[in-house]
């Protein structure tokens, strides 16, 4: 699975590799149970963020790892993204601040 990743109008096309995507569940779970106890999402905390919020907050991480260049991290917060978001293609990060600014773009088919 591909996940295109824009970031200031660069776009990282990342390859999830699908056992990435089936060994991350215990991951993901986890990721899920801390999110569950709310979120500082910059300037707002989020006592129970929604999906999308939480993928806000995956593609913050992401951000950072691709930064920091560390693809463990990076595979990890792509598949987490396109596990919760069904029929996702693109994520538009947000670089200025403000992650409740980053956009998710799905397959129109």
């Known amino acids: 699975m ?3 990743v824009t970031i200031e109008h660069r776009t990282y096309p ?4 699908h056992d990435v995507l089936e ?3 215990a991951f993901y779970q ?3 149970k801390d999110m569950d106890n709310g979120w500082q999402m910059n300037r707002e905390y989020v006592a129970n963020p929604n999906v999308e919020q939480r993928c806000r907050i995956a593609a913050d991480r992401l951000l950072t790892s691709i930064h920091h260049e560390n693809r463990h991290t990076m595979l990890l917060m792509a598949g987490y993204i396109v596990k919760r978001l069904p029929g996702i293609t ?3 990060i947000d670089t200025s601040g403000n992650m409740q600014e980053t956009r998710f ?3 129109r088919t």
């Open 23 to 25: 060994d991350g569940d």
């Open 90 to 92: 693109r994520v538009d």
């Open 105 to 107: 773009y799905y397959d």
């Open 14 to 17: 990342i390859d999830i590799p």
């Open 2 to 4: 591909i996940l295109d």
């Open 30 to 32: 986890r990721m899920d």
